[in-house]
DNA sequence: CCCCAGGCCGCGC
DNA sequence: GCGCGGCATGGG
């Protein structure tokens, strides 16, 4: 099964080019604090519509923890209301920022924060925990997402919970953050273009090592 | 008109 | 522990 996997993973690897995925505008202080933002409001929502929350945060001097954690809640809300859920997102965001400032600062809580803590605050569950920990503090836990669990069930025919997909690549890979982001984005660009709800099969160039397209095309 | 997007929470079972 | 409905905007 780890070996499936280890194909799966130089395969994908191989056709995607995806170093330096996560998009950074705006390089706020402390660096990757717009990531954090960022994994919270793409919660169930396209890219597009988050680029656009995090300019209006850029604009309103709210890509900040301190003014996040203390300016009034309707502000925010005006901000992101293009990435949607903007009511309970907007607490999500006061929660994140109060979490990193109760480490003194935000440099302190991009180095010190664990998994736990993360949890801990309502609006961060273990796919945004996961992204935080890896993306902004560069810590090698790998990302399971919507489009990881399809292809995993797709290609591999495995199926399970969070922690036991996790379990899988943290297992039967180097411990590496560089290779986690990379390959996390890979599944993300292979899901969203290719390994669709109704998969492009004609397209994809990893159907060597797809279950799915070699019991399908009998 | 429909469906979907880089999930999470709170609830019932 | 798992499944479900609610949350909301913008693009195809």
Redesign the pocket.
Known sequence: MEKALILLTKKLLEIYNCKNW??MKYKTKPKKWEVCV??IL????????VE?ALYNLYSAKLLDAKRLARVNISKIRACI??A?????KAAYLRNLAKLALSFGSVKNFLDSVNREDLLSI????????D?ILL?ACNKPYFVI???TKRILARCLMIKG?YIELQNIFHLSLPKNSGLYKNLHATF?EHG?FVC??LPKCEECKITKVCNHFLTSNI
């Open positions: 996560w998009p960022g994994a793409t919660q169930n929502t396209n890219w597009r519509n656009k209301k293009p949607g859920f903007y009511i309970q309502n609006g961060i569950g273990q796919e945004t925990a992204t993306y997402g919507a489009y919970n993300v969203k669709k709800k």
